[in-house]
């Protein structure tokens, strides 16, 4: 089955930091790949994606997110985390055959300290 | 650019009573979605819609579920009778195609009590 897993429940990291969140994912072919976020009580928002090309990917508010194809990774990052960053932050995967259905992952809460 | 719109907010209901939910997608989306997110959960798909033509539909619990999409513009999708289960957020989304990426609308909260 296809599937999209994000390890960690939580990441905390102190601001001023680098962060990570990482995703890997199941799903054969060439799939296209896709960060969101999300603040409380408010709807996903687009972030980043990789469709094809250069392994890394750069989005807003100064994300960027490096695909691995042999490693089947697709993990967010940033070099200097701000308090403003913490959310919730899925990944996505849009197959490119079969049914094309987004597989979203269950979710990474970023906390970053101040 | 106005995003997706989506009404209500929030609403309570007690259970076997009906709720309905409407979506207006941004303009010129020819695709849409309605997504189910539980607390802490990632967004699941209930349907999807290609202009008028729901193209996938196998998530939608169709016994007290559904949708329309008439015009291929706006979107409502409801439930008659609700469930303490179905207490959830529900997101609507909205893309150019099927291979951009999804924006997505607030969500409407569902409490049924």
């Known amino acids: 089955a296809q599937s999209v897993a994000q390890p960690e429940d939580q990441v905390n990291v102190a601001e001023g930091n680098p962060l990570t969140v990482k995703c890997t994912y199941s799903?054969?072919?060439?799939?296209?790949l896709f960060w969101y976020v999300q603040y409380p009580n408010r709807g996903l928002q687009f972030l980043l994606k990789?469709?094809?090309?250069?392994?890394l990917v750069k989005g807003s508010y100064g994300f960027e997110a490096e695909f691995n194809k042999s490693q089947t990774s697709f993990h967010l990052k940033k070099p200097s985390a701000l308090v403003s960053d913490s959310a919730l932050y899925f990944c996505?995967?849009?197959?490119?055959?079969?049914?094309?259905?987004?597989?979203f992952g269950t979710g990474t809460r970023l906390k970053v300290l101040a | 650019e106005a995003g997706v719109v989506q009404s209500p907010r929030y609403k309570i209901i007690e259970k076997k009573q009906p709720v309905a939910f409407w979506c207006n997608p941004i303009?010129?989306?020819?695709?849409l979605y309605w997504y189910l997110q539980n607390l802490g959960q990632g967004p699941e798909l209930l349907i999807r819609?290609?202009?008028?033509?729901?193209?996938?539909d196998s998530q939608l619990p169709k016994d007290r579920f559904s949708a329309e999409r008439l015009k291929g513009v706006d979107s409502t999708l409801k439930i008659q009778p609700a469930e303490l289960g179905d207490s959830a957020v529900y997101l609507c989304?909205?893309?150019?195609?099927?291979?951009?990426?999804?924006?997505f609308g607030e969500g409407s909260r569902l409490t049924v009590l």
């Open positions: 989304a909205s893309s150019l195609g099927t291979t951009g990426e999804l924006f």
């Open positions: 799903v054969s072919g060439n799939p296209y």
């Open positions: 990789y469709i094809t090309g250069d392994n």
């Open positions: 996505a995967v849009r197959p490119t055959s079969g049914t094309y259905k987004y597989i």
């Open positions: 303009s010129g989306h020819n695709t």
């Open positions: 819609y290609e202009n008028e033509e729901a193209v996938d």
